[in-house]
Structure formats: structure tokens, C-alpha cells
């Protein structure tokens, strides 16, 4: 099985390799490296939203608040930087992490304790985070000239020739895959996922796991709040609406499993890099913007009918035979 | 502790004693209903009118329509996210068949056959090719919305005659709207549909537990199909009544709308994990997100403020039953 996740995220990138030949054959600068590194920047606060997603995922279950989450807490911390323009900026991105933390917690307590299916509760939190971030604002923004530069320019200031946030997702995505490859938690995820009742079994606190997913994914939806209103400089309500859908968008075509279980760091990386390189190339080779939505449902879906076909040939054989009888 | 569905019996029409009855979920909207009711005819002069009553239905019709086909996808087990994405694509050909210079009937026609299509295809992708449909249906959210701005871009279509704004302003009888009527007529038919037919039980049926309904026989593949085509159908209906009563078409238009519709039928007390829930629920559900969005427009509570009682009303309405199981169970 191992072999054959490895396989698909192959042909995801090989995939990706083909687009960038495509565009380059009619942007040739499109491929070059200091272009690629713009595109990977560029995409990172997706490709640390998507890893976030996937781990709720994995457990079968679903995340549809992180983008309101990210709104609150950028508001939180534009806010924060606006009013106190001396906190310095890790503190600020601990704060991020600690709201986001909460929101998430709530999520997963509501899972956790309750047993509502998370697809309701986070369809409850969307609506309800988003509209806090109003009530906390009172529908203000808070503008570029309100912020201080730090807090614009930390992410921007280059290490190495990269700049911070580019590192930040590749620290994220190196911890994720510590996680999800190296650890007991990453183990008791992907069981979960695969099979609750065995889990269960074997002694995994299916409840206590899916809670602390859901703080992940929380406090990635946090961090990511910092990130996107210090990369766009303007925080208001209408911060990323809708962009939980992006995500999940993402994680399908990274060939994570909506029925859990199956997934990759990876796959995720991949699928938000995808995503990216599209939104990147099409004003390049002068497609309007306007195709992007179409090409991204487009990809979504033969994603998905791809990743089917892998799935079907894999396990459960006894109950498929069972099922054409 | 786990999304393993406990055994389940069919909670739909067993002969139901008095006591359970007023335990049940749709008693418990109903008191909800009549709860905000109230709250907002003291808290505004001007809630108890005919005509604001009225503008109250606007509030809900349209997405009232879309959640009863909602409401029996979901029982089947299957979710659609594309609903208003649908809404979009067909408001857009309905705007094209206006440049063209269509009459009303054609344009009525485009968008419900638009609707039927879209439905249609997902439908197609979801029982032929056998993939998750809220998957299936957050890519073709994408694709019809994706078109849409294809076509459109930031313009707008503007420019329908003066006989097509009717069906979304137009009033059947005094205050009575006929995207009212147009509802109550919908609730009776899948009241119909669901409950007193044999459709309605393998709807129930497949959402229980696809496999034993395969093996009785159910033709799963082709109910689910239908189902979809119900949904994209009745998405279509809503969007010949959003562009009639807006009078133009953007590719943005009814942003967010699926996320409501889902809460709606949510809120009727519609399992998410499919196999139980009424439309009577959905049309209480209906009403109570209508009065709660009104009522606090009428306090001047700014839209995004509401959303916060809306959703904080379906986690608590989802929640209460089970505290309350929880609670009587431990004493």
C-alpha cells in the first residue's frame, strides 16, 4: 500500500512537471527557478491550510470553519498590532496559534463530547466565526497603514535567499510529515480513518483523536490568519470567504480520501501547489482570470474520478465481491 | 464514540403514540418558531403587518424550494454543495437567452432545463462513476459557478421584460407572493413524495443502509440519480425566481446560498448521515430562519450578525436532544 501512495503522488507530480512544460511553451520565464520559488511562496499559506485540512480528513471527518477561523484570528492579531504596535511578531504568531487553538478546540469539543457529525458542527462555526470577526470589528478594516511595518514585513524578509514565509511552510510541512509518519498520533489518524471500530479495539480514543485533529487544524487556521492579512495587508470580514472550499479542493487533488484514511503530506503539498501554479499561470499566458474557477472545478473532479479508480482496486475485496452478487 | 451509524430503526410514520409526538423534533421547531414569533413581535412595532409578514417569506422561499429536494438527498445518504453554483450557471444562460432577445416562457424554460442538466450531471457522476458526492459536488460548485464567470466576468446581464419580473415579485392574491404559494405547493408535493409513497420509503431505505436496500431490490443507482436531478431541478426553479427578482444577473449571485440550504434541512431535523428526517421539519426549519433573519433585520442587526444565530441555533437545536438524552440516561 505504501508503494502505491507513493505512486500516485508520482503521477501528481508528474502532472504538475507537464503543466509547467505547458505554460512554458507559452511563457518560457514561467519555469525558472526564481519564478517556481514565487509560485511555492505564493502558495504556501494554502499549502499549510491544506496539511491542516487533511488531518481532519484523515479521521473522516471535516473542517469547513478554517477559513472564517483565519479571518478571526487575523483580525485578532491586526487588531492587536494596530492598537499595541510594540508587541513583537512571535508573540503575535503565538497569539495567532493560541486563538486559533481555541476555535479549533471548540470544534473538537463539540465532536468530541457531543458526537455531532463535524460536517454540522463547522457549518454552525463557519457562520459563527465570521460573524464574531464583525461584531469584534464592527465591520472596520484595519489597513496597511495601521500596521506596523515588522508585522508587514516579517514574512517578506528574505533567509537564505527565500523569503520567511516560504520557510514557514516548509517547517510546517516538515513537522507534519514528523507527525504523520513518526508518531503514535500520526498512526492512530490514518487507523482512525481506515477503520473507527478496529481503532477502537485496539485501544485508540477515537473521540480524544478526532479533538485534538481538530485543534491542529485550528491552530493551523490561526496561523494562517497572520499570515494571509500580513501578505494581503488588509484585514475585514470578507477576509477568504469562501476559501474553505479551496482547501478541501486541494486535498482532493492531492488524492486525500474524503472518506478518510487515505492521504499523504505530500498529496496535500502537491494538490495546493497545483491550485497555485493554475492561479499563477493563467495571467502569464493571457487567460482571463475569470477561467480559474472553471479549471479548478474541472481539476477537482477527474481528481477525484482518477483517485477512485486507484481506491477501488485496493482492500475491501470481500465486500465488493459480496456487493456484485 | 465513533461515525459508525448505531442500528437505527426508520423514524419516518410508525404508528406514533400522543407522548412521542410531542417529543418530537418538528414539536420542538414548532416551539421554537412560535418562541421568535414572539420575541420579535414585542421587540418591534412593526413585525405583526401584513405586509412586513410577507416581505418575511422572501427571506426563505427560494432556498425553501432548493432544501426539500435537499432534504431527500440527504436522507438518501448523498449531499449537493453545487446548488447555488447551479443557480448561478443557469441565471447566466437565462441572461444570455435575454440578449438573444427570448420571451418569458423561454426563459423560464432555460432555467429550469439548466437546473435539470446540472443536476443531471452530477447525478451521472455520482451513481455511474460511483465517487463522493460532496466531492463530486464541490467540483461542479466550481465548474458551474467557473463557467459562469467565464461568460460573464465583472459585466452583468441585464435587460429582462416586464412580464418575466412576476414570478419573483409578483403576488398571486393581497399580500400572498407567488414564490409563497410556489413553496407551499412544493412542501405538499414532497410531503407527498416522501411520506406517502413508495419513492419516499426507498429514499429512507438507501439512506438506512444502501446495501440491504440493493439486495430488496431498491434500484439505488437510479433513486440517487433522480434525486440529483430533483435537486438541480429545483435549483433551477429558484434561480428563474432570484433573477426575476432581482431583475439582472452576476456570476456572484447567491454566493454561499448551499451552505444555508444545508443548514435549513439540517435544522428540520434531517440526519446529516442520512436515513431520517421529515419536510415538515424542513418547511419549520424554514419559517424559523426566515422570522430569526427578519426579525433582527427589523432591529437593524446587520446581516453578518444574524448568521451567528443562525448558526449558533443549529448546533444548540442539534445539541439539546442529545444533552438531553445524555442527561436523562445518566440519572
Known sequence: MKAFLKYREIWLAAAIIVLIGLISTRFPAFADPGNLRQVFNDTSILMILALGQMVVILTRSIDLSMASNLCFTGMVVAMLNA????IPIPALIVIALAVGLVLGAINGLLVWLLNIPSIVVTLGTLTIY???????????????????PDFIGFQRAAFLGIPVLSWIAILVIALFFVLMTRTALGRSIYAIGVNPTASVYTGIDVGRTKFIVFCISGMIGGLAGYLWISRYVIASVEVANGYELNIIAACVIGGISIAGGIGSVGGAVLGALFLGIISNALPVINISPFWQMAISGSAIILAVVLNARGERQQG????????VA | MTDIPAPRHIPDRLDKPFRSAIFSWEALLIVVAV???????????????PYSLSDLTFNFTEKGLIAFAMALLIISGEIDLSVAAIIALASTMMGMAVQAGAGTPVLVLIGIVVGLGCGAFNGLLVTRL???????TIGTMSLFRGIAFIILGDQA??????????????????????????????????WFLLHRTSFGRRVFAIGNNPVAAQFSGVRVGRIKFILFCLTGLMSGIASVLITSRLGSTRPSIAQGYELEVITMVVLGGVSILGGAGSIVGVVLAAFIM????????????????????????LIIVIALPIVWRRLRGSS
Open chain 1, 83 to 86: 492598537a499595541h504596535p510594540a
Open chain 1, 130 to 148: 465570521r460573524g464574531v470577526t464583525f461584531v469584534l470589528s464592527g465591520g472596520a478594516w484595519v489597513n496597511a497603514d495601521k500596521m506596523s
Open chain 1, 316 to 323: 475491501r475485496i470481500i465486500l465488493r465481491k459480496a456487493e
Open chain 2, 35 to 49: 418562541a421568535i414569533f414572539a420575541i420579535n413581535s414585542f421587540a418591534s412595532p412593526y413585525f405583526l403587518d
Open chain 2, 130 to 136: 460511483g465517487l463522493p458526492s460532496i466531492v463530486v
Open chain 2, 157 to 190: 446581464y441585464k435587460g429582462y421584460p416586464e412580464s418575466f419580473a412576476f414570478f419573483g415579485q409578483g403576488y398571486v392574491w393581497w399580500v400572498v407572493s407567488f414564490e409563497l404559494v410556489l413553496f407551499l405547493i412544493a412542501a405538499v408535493v414532497y
Open chain 2, 290 to 313: 426566515g422570522l430569526v433573519t427578519f426579525g433582527l433585520g427589523l432591529l437593524n442587526v446587520p446581516g453578518i450578525v444574524m448568521s451567528i444565530f443562525i448558526g449558533v441555533l
